[in-house]
Structures are given as C-alpha cells and as structure tokens.
C-alpha cells in the first residue's frame, strides 16, 4: 500500500489548452504524465492565446471530472464588460472551480489606446472582489452550494515580479508594493514570473516580509533547456536571460547536450530557490512534461513527494 510523502515542497505545473483539437490527446498524454507525479495542482492558462474562454473551460472541466488534481483557472479582466465576466466566474464556480488565479491582463493587441470603461474590471484587485463577490452570490442562491463552498473553501491566486514588470514598466519596490495590496484585498498566494537568480527570489521574499506580506510567494522555474524557447519567451515577458545559460546551451555540440545542461541549470535553481525558503515550485511546461519531471528528479525534489510504501 502506498502513501503520499505530504512533508516535501509543493510541486505544480501551468498548462496550455490545446490550440487546436489535434494537439488534444498529446495534450491529455502529458497531463496523464504530471498525474503520475501527484501535483498538488495544475494552473491552465486563459484559452488559447489568452482569447478563447471556451477552450480553457472545457479543459478545466475535464480536469475536476476525470483527475485527482486542483485546477486553478487563470481569469484576466482586461477586455470582457463585468457582465460577461460573472458569468465566465459563474461558469466556472459551477463546474467545481475552487481556484482562481486573479490576472489583470494585457489590453486589446489591435487597440493600442485602450482604457478600461465603468463596464470593465480594470485590475486584479477589483478582479479579487468581483471572484468573491460572485461567489456569495452563488451561496446566497442555494444552501447545497454554500455547504459545499465551506467544505473546500475558495481561494485566489496572484502574479508578482521578483524583478519587476518590464511590461507593464514597474521595478520591484513597487512589484512589492501591488503584492500587498493585494494580499490585503484577500489573495491567498503568488506565484512569480520566470526568473533566472535564486537571488532574485531570495530578494524579494526579504522585501515581502518587510512589507508586511504572508501569503507563500510560490517561484515559477521555466526549464531551460532549448536556447530558442528562452529568446522566445524573453521577448514575450521581458525577462532577460543570462548570457552565461544561453552560451551553456549554444556551445553544446548537440541537442541532446544542451538538453542537460538546461537541466542541470534548473535544477540547481530550484534547489537554490527552495534553500532560500520557497514553499514549493510552479513549472511553466509549454505542454511538455519531459524537461519539467527531468528537473524535479535532478534536483531531487521526487525523492521528497512522490508515493512511497
């Protein structure tokens, strides 16, 4: 008889829902891959692309359905009127959805001068009350739901930037900041952008404390292990690679080199980012769960949480 290790850090992963619906059952495989691991829970992106709620709905419902796991549902608010919103909420509070993770999101691509109007939630502090607010609602309408709310009460999740947001042009101080605020609008905890530097994170759990803020600061490690998906994503986020890691990977004399070398990195990350106090990580997978077990098992992390007898 097997029992889980409950002692070792918390290990989750994001997901992307399936663009298309011939990428479905690679997708399902690797879900099927992260089960076997025993995540205690999956975070799936806002539809493909940011775009497409439908996507991400069917996706999130099949996981409370069919899986053991927690989803939590990414929810940003930049784009849809505050009714169409509660509703999104509503949908996904009726599925079983007990986790959001509050995002306030990036404006419309083909509207460069947009501004969010009385009709729109305009951040994810307002996005935080409008999730509990929805919420009470659906417990006021009916008993059943309000008892089953309080057996697995919500909970809401936030992003932060250990190095600042190059996006959206803010340095740390005020990262830490819009952390607290929303810690005091009622977050339940943060998961980070990508970094690169234990001491990155080390820095701001430092600064967080000093600020007053007690939620867990959970990291998100993105594995390392293909140079293009790193420049890729850099000028996606904003977040600058160290020229030390990509010359590691590019000096390579092959793929499968490089493979290690993006794995041993990360793994030395999370070792570093979990002695610096982290209650677990969070895995940007890109929907491959190959690099994102390689670096948990080199960074022993499996040893700690998987089932033993």
């Not at 999730?131 to 936030?158: D, G, H, K, M, Q």
């Not at 010359?247 to 080199?257: G, Q």
């Amino acid at each position: 008889m097997t029992k889980p290790r409950f002692h070792g850090p918390v290990v989750s992963f994001e997901l992307m829902p399936p663009r298309r619906p011939n990428l479905a059952p690679k997708f399902w495989q690797t879900v099927d891959d992260f089960m076997t691991y025993r995540p205690d829970f999956v975070s799936v992106t806002y539809g493909a692309g940011g775009k497409d709620f439908s996507t991400s709905h069917e996706t999130i419902t099949r996981l409370v359905r069919e899986t053991p796991v927690k989803p939590i549902a990414h929810l940003t608010c930049v784009g849809s009127p505050r009714e169409e919103l509660d509703q999104i909420i509503r949908d996904y509070l009726r599925v079983g959805v007990r986790t959001f993770l509050a995002l306030r999101g990036d404006p419309p691509e083909d509207q460069p001068d947009w501004k969010p109007s009385a009709e729109h939630v305009s951040s994810a502090i307002e996005l935080i009350h409008e999730i509990r607010r929805v919420e009470e609602e659906e417990c006021r309408a009916a008993p059943s739901t309000r008892l089953r709310n309080a057996i697995r009460p919500l909970t809401i999740a936030v992003a932060t930037f250990p190095n600042g947001n190059a996006a959206a042009g803010t340095t740390v101080d005020q990262e830490i900041q819009r952390l607290r605020e929303k810690q005091d609008a009622g977050a339940d905890f943060a998961i980070t952008q990508l970094f690169w530097s234990a001491d990155s994170y080390r820095t701001f759990l430092d600064l967080a404390e000093r600020a007053g803020i007690t939620i867990p600061i959970i990291p998100g490690i993105l594995p390392g292990t293909s140079a293009n998906r790193i420049r890729r994503t850099s000028e996606l986020t904003g977040v600058p690679t160290p020229d030390e890691l990509l010359t590691i990977l590019d000096s390579a004399p092959n793929e499968e080199e490089a493979y290690r070398r993006g794995v041993e990195w990360g793994a030395r990350l999370i070792i570093d980012v979990l002695d610096a106090g982290a209650p677990g990580v969070h895995l940007y997978s890109f929907n491959q769960s190959g690099p994102a077990l390689d670096l948990l098992e080199a960074a022993g992390v499996s040893s700690w949480y998987k089932t033993d007898v």
